[in-house]
Nanobody, 125 residues
Framework: QVQLVESGGGSVQAGGSLRLSCAAS????????LAWFRQAPGKEREGVAA????????YYADSVKGRFTITQDSAANTVNLQMNSLKPEDTAMYYC??????????????????WGEGTQVIVST
C-alpha cells in the first residue's frame, strides 16, 4: 500500500502562485507514475500534470502548459506542483495520484492506483 498526503493549497488572487506538495509513504518502490489531478464542483476529475519516476519525463494538460511545473524529489518521496499565473478557472480540489504503471501522458483517473485526500486551491479575481 501507498499513502499520499497533499499540502500547500490555499487562496490566491489571479496571477499569483502556489506550490503543492505530495508526500508518499509505504511501499513506494513499485510506483512508476505520479500525477496531479483536479476536480471542480460539478465537473469530472481531470489530469493536470504527470511525471515518470524513473526518468522524470513530464506531461501536462493543455490548459496548464507553460504555467504549471511538476517535479519529484526521489530522496524525499515527494512530488510537487508549482503553479504560476493562476486563473480563476484553476479553482478546484487538487489530488495527488500514483500508479504502478507508466501511464501515457497524464492519463485518466481510473488508471491510477493510489490517491491522496486532496488540497483546496481557490483563485479569486
Amino acid at each position: 500500500q501507498v499513502q499520499l498526503v497533499e499540502s500547500g493549497g490555499g487562496s490566491v488572487q489571479a496571477g499569483g502562485s502556489l506550490r503543492l506538495s505530495c508526500a508518499a509513504s509505504g511501499n513506494t518502490y513499485g510506483i512508476r507514475s505520479l500525477a496531479w489531478f483536479r476536480q471542480a464542483p460539478g465537473k469530472e476529475r481531470e489530469g493536470v500534470a504527470a511525471i515518470y519516476t524513473e526518468d522524470s519525463a513530464t506531461y501536462y494538460a493543455d490548459s496548464v502548459k507553460g504555467r504549471f511545473t511538476i517535479t519529484q524529489d526521489s530522496a524525499a518521496n515527494t512530488v510537487n506542483l508549482q503553479m504560476n499565473s493562476l486563473k480563476p478557472e484553476d479553482t478546484a480540489m487538487y489530488y495527488c495520484a500514483a500508479s504502478t504503471r507508466m501511464i501515457a501522458g497524464v492519463g485518466r483517473a481510473p488508471r491510477y492506483d493510489y490517491w491522496g485526500e486532496g488540497t483546496q486551491v481557490i483563485v479569486s479575481t
